[in-house]
């Protein structure tokens, strides 16, 4: 018995040693981990501070770049600033330079013109009392020494006039050759004259001065013969070596112009062969006006037209519009008209005929009441012309609201003949008066401090007052102007309104 409670107590103390021995490596262990994970959590803590820092610094080196690049920014931005002010001021110096400059060109104006009338009234004072001095002196009036004086000189010079007129005759034959390259050159040469000019004279060369006097003929009776013929009135002035037609009607003139140049060539003079040179110039002229529309019909690739119709394109000719051909005008028209019409899929031969006859108005516009368009339209529908056609030609200005694709295509081909770079000219005073007319209507808007017509009156630039027109504002003034314009005046190609409203704001630093 007490054997078996030894071994029990020997056992018992065994295990309480062996518990006792875990329990102390259990702790030791527990320890020597705790004391890992410490160090560990004390380097991961140290790695975390010091990263943080690194990212703290980066940022700050951001923050510090992307402002020095902001106030870079800002420091160009106000030079730009300065820049554009200093040009605005400089601008305004060089405008208020030119007002005054203009104004004072005004005054000189005006003051060269009040002193010119005082001249002119001086001079017919002067004239008048020098008259009055010279009849009492001759003891006739001045109309009866002057028809004194004709009567002697006419006695005296007949003979002579006479002579100088059959050496004159010898001498052009005789160098004939010469003076047809002389004439060529001088009719070249008038290609380059003024628009107006161009539409309303034509200048027939002669061989000399002494010509002008047999064109005349004793007492004016040859000149007065070939104006009743003609229509046309004939100028003899003191420029050289030439004769001028004028008159409206171009045909007309043509006929004078061929009429007089065969009267000059054969050299004899008088009513009735003026009225026979007439007669036959007038048959060479209908040749040459059909044969024109014949031409026009082979270059626009068209047949089938009645001849009346063949013979009033063919007058066209002779008709000019600032400066354009009006028939080589109307082949172009019915070429780009042609072109349009097979990109857009419209009717070819429609917009090809319509193109060839949109202005065959022009031809007949002088000698009947009318627009050239509704006088168009009408011949063309007299004979034979379809209806479609018709509409193209009464419809090319908009008097007829257009109701047809191949109408709108000779509207566009139309404009584009007429307002392509080269294709029409116009005159010093009529280009003067077209940028007079741009600038007095767009300064007779309300809020407008000054207009100008630029880019040879392509252009109208308007500048506003800002306090009486604002965006919105300029915005329906540049619309108005247009409408104006287009409403007011007649040009070639169109003309863009451009508004400028401009604000400032200032403040003075102390």
Not at 189 to 201: F, L, N
Not at 210 to 230: S, Y
Not at 254 to 264: D, G, K
Not at 339 to 367: F, I, P, Q, S, Y
């Amino acid at each position: 018995m007490d054997s078996m409670v030894l071994t029990i107590g020997v056992a018992g103390l065994g295990l309480l040693v062996g518990a006792g021995a875990a329990y102390l490596f259990t702790r030791t262990g527990a320890n020597s981990v705790l004391r890992r994970t410490e160090a560990d959590a004390r380097r991961l803590r140290e790695e975390a501070e010091h990263r943080a820092r690194a990212i703290e610094l980066d940022a700050e080196k951001r923050a510090i770049e992307r402002r020095e690049a902001a106030d870079a920014q800002v420091r160009e931005e106000r030079r730009e600033l300065a820049a554009t002010e200093r040009r605005l001021e400089q601008r305004e110096v060089t405008i208020e330079r030119r007002s005054e400059a203009l104004e004072r060109a005004e005054q000189t104006t005006r003051d060269r013109a009040t002193a010119l009338e005082q001249s002119e009234r001086e001079t017919d004072g002067l004239r008048a009392r020098i008259r009055t001095d010279l009849e009492q002196v001759a003891a006739m009036t001045a109309d009866e020494a002057r028809q004194h004086l004709l009567d002697e000189l006419d006695n005296e010079l007949r003979d002579e006039a006479a002579r100088r007129v059959r050496a004159m005759e010898a001498s052009a034959k005789a160098e004939a050759d010469s003076r047809s390259r002389k004439v060529l050159a001088t009719v070249m040469q008038r290609i380059t004259s003024d628009v107006t000019a161009e539409t309303t004279v034509t200048v027939v060369p002669i061989a000399s001065d002494e010509l002008k006097g047999r064109i005349i003929g004793r007492e004016g009776r040859n000149i007065r013969a070939f104006e009743a013929a003609t229509g046309c009135d004939l100028i003899i002035d003191d420029t050289p070596e030439t004769v001028t037609v004028s008159g409206f009607d171009p045909v007309r003139r043509e006929i004078a112009r061929v009429a007089l140049s065969r009267l000059i060539q054969d050299g004899r003079i008088q009513p009735t062969r003026i009225e026979a040179a007439v007669e036959r110039a007038r048959s060479e002229v209908d040749e040459m006006i059909e044969a024109a529309g014949r031409q026009a019909l082979v270059d626009a690739e068209i047949t089938g037209l009645h001849p009346e119709i063949v013979k009033t394109l063919g007058k066209l000719r002779f008709r000019f519009s600032y400066g354009q051909n009006q028939l080589r005008h109307c082949i172009e028209t019915s070429w780009l008209a042609t072109a349009l019409a097979h990109e857009l899929g419209a009717n070819v031969e429609v917009c090809r005929l319509g193109g060839l006859l949109h202005d065959l108005g022009k031809a007949v516009d002088r000698e009947m009441e009318g627009t050239h368009a509704r006088l168009g339209a009408d011949i063309a529908r007299r004979f034979g012309v379809s209806r479609e056609v018709v509409h193209c030609i009464e419809a090319h200005h908009e008097e007829v609201r257009p109701e047809t694709t191949e109408a709108f295509i000779v509207i566009v081909a139309d404009a584009i003949s007429g307002s392509r770079p080269g294709a029409r000219r116009e005159s010093a005073d009529e280009y003067v008066r077209r940028l007079e007319s741009l600038e007095a209507i767009a300064n007779s808007f309300d809020g407008v401090e000054q207009a100008f017509a630029v880019q040879a009156g392509r252009e109208v630039r308007i500048v506003v007052r800002p306090e009486q027109v604002d965006d919105l504002g300029a915005s329906r003034l540049a619309r108005d102007v247009s409408k104006r314009i287009e409403e007011t005046m007649q040009y070639p190609g169109e003309i863009r309104v451009t508004v400028v409203r401009e604000t400032r704001a200032s403040a003075v630093a102390h």
